[in-house]
């Protein structure tokens, strides 16, 4: 099973404050991590230790943080033939976290915001190759439209993660065959309150299937069969970073394994799941081997 993953890459930036800074005030950080991130490399990475094959398609810069990155898809198996290299500094967020947990986020998208459609068509071949494509909101609108395009030119199956929450032009939605909002981002794209009413709405503007991400209260779907509902795998969270990522991977590989739509969710219900017992992004994304042996003993 291939996937082609086109989206965003960061290295993330972690700083332990025991309080925010103020306006003009330096403070000293009592830890400080790099830690690799980017809803589209954690995705990609995420199908890979699930068994899948995947090309990463997307931009890193000309600096360490690129190196180091690019080394990192390749110690995880990723394709790397459709990552451009710019001039520029690679995608990176600097978050401060305090001793209560609140944080505050600074996104530069770098590379990620340089790729253009243009560059999306030159990646046709790891598109033409692929069974899925995955896609989420971290790169530029156009080359999310210009990927969902390409690929359902070549009859791909394509999955679009609205995240982080912006409005979509409208033709996009008619090349999706799955859209995956969690709650707040339903709301966002259809000024519904109300899950149900919101994935119909998302039906009629020619998405396949609707899935939207509950948190600690699972996932549910909607598309011209019916609706689904997966309950959750009670788990002790620890972090949720990454969960909705994972959730997403899952979702795909089960899917281009061919088994239903029910059992895909709770599937992709139990990678979530164990991606939030860990701390990290990418660090906590389980293999397929652990997620397979945490079903079969929350069944028992
Ligand atoms: P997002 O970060 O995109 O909002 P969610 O927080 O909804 O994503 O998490 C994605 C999926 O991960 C959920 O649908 C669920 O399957 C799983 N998950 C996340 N948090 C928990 C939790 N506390 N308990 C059980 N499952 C969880």
New binding site residues.
């Given amino acids: 099973m291939k996937i082609a993953v086109i989206g965003s890459i960061n290295m993330d930036i972690v700083m332990k404050v025991h309080r925010l800074p103020e306006k003009g005030e330096t403070l000293m950080a009592s830890d400080y991590r790099t830690v690799p991130g980017g809803k589209g490399a954690n995705q990609a990475v995420a199908a890979a230790r699930l068994g899948a094959s995947v090309a990463m398609i997307g931009a890193l810069g000309n600096d360490a943080f690129g190196d180091t990155l690019l080394k990192g898809f390749q110690d995880e198996g990723l394709n790397v033939e459709g990552i451009q290299r710019t001039t520029g500094a690679s995608g990176n967020a600097l978050i401060t976290v305090d001793d209560q947990g609140d944080n505050t986020i600074l996104v530069y998208p770098g590379a990620n915001g340089d790729i253009t459609p243009q560059w999306i068509h030159q990646q046709e071949k790891l598109i033409q190759e692929a069974d899925w494509v995955m896609l989420q909101l971290e790169i530029p609108m156009n080359c999310v439209v210009a990927a969902a395009k390409l690929a359902k030119k070549h009859g791909k199956k394509v999955i679009l993660n609205p995240?982080p929450a912006a409005e979509l032009p409208p033709e996009l939605y008619t090349f999706l065959d799955l859209l995956t909002p969690?709650e707040t981002e339903l709301a966002l794209l259809t000024g519904i309150t109300g899950s149900e009413a919101g994935m119909q709405e998302l039906l009629k503007r020619g998405v396949k299937t609707i899935v939207v991400?509950?948190?600690?209260k699972?996932?549910m779907a909607k598309n011209g069969d019916g609706t689904f509902t997966a309950e959750?795998?009670?788990?002790k969270?620890v972090d949720?970073t990454a969960?909705?990522d994972?959730?997403n991977a899952g979702l795909v590989v089960a899917l281009a394994e061919e088994r239903p739509l029910q059992e895909a969710l709770a599937f992709?219900?139990a990678v979530?799941?164990l991606?939030?017992t860990q701390m990290g992004a990418q660090h906590s994304l389980p293999l397929r081997g652990q997620v397979d042996d945490f079903m079969k003993s929350y069944q028992a």
């Fill in positions: 995240a969690n991400t509950l948190g600690s699972g996932s959750p795998y009670a788990i969270a949720t969960a909705g994972a959730f992709a219900n979530g799941a991606t939030a």
